[in-house]
Nanobody, 122 residues
Framework: QVQLVESGGGLVQPGGSLRLSCAAS????????MGWHRQAPGKQRELVAM???????NYVRSVKGRFTISRDYAKNMVYLQMNSLKPEDTAVYYC????????????????WGQGTQVSVSS
């Protein structure tokens, strides 16, 4: 019913930048919050950044001042601009969307993308 597809991952040197994109498609009635999460090898998945339908944002402390989350509401897309990347940012990054569909307009479900690898290494 709903698909989220990420793009933009890759290998970058420390101090470099990457921009992740995520497109939501399908039988979407409304998108509430959208977010980016990451999971490094051997670690639990953690929330990196979240943006609400009203544009409010929050970030995990370790990325504040370096990462910026944004949305294109018309295109059902969310972005993550990552600057000053560090080796510890290496992880698979997943986007999420809290979405209600036309078959269930009164409730939302969190959908996930398939993930995109970000590797920071010299």
């Amino acid at each position: 019913q709903v698909q989220l597809v990420e793009s933009g991952g890759g290998l970058v040197q420390p101090g470099g930048s990457l921009r992740l994109s995520c497109a939501a498609s399908g039988s979407i009635f409304r998108i509430y919050a959208m977010g980016w999460h990451r999971q490094a090898p051997g670690k639990q998945r953690e929330l990196v950044a979240m943006i609400t339908s009203g544009g409010n944002t929050n970030y995990v402390r370790s990325v504040k001042g370096r990462f910026t989350i944004s949305r294109d509401y018309a295109k059902n897309m969310v972005y993550l601009q990552m600057n000053s990347l560090k080796p510890e940012d290496t992880a698979v990054y997943y986007c999420s969307g809290d979405i209600s569909t036309y078959s269930s307009t009164g409730s939302s479900v969190r959908y996930w993308g398939q993930g995109t690898q970000v590797s920071v290494s010299s």
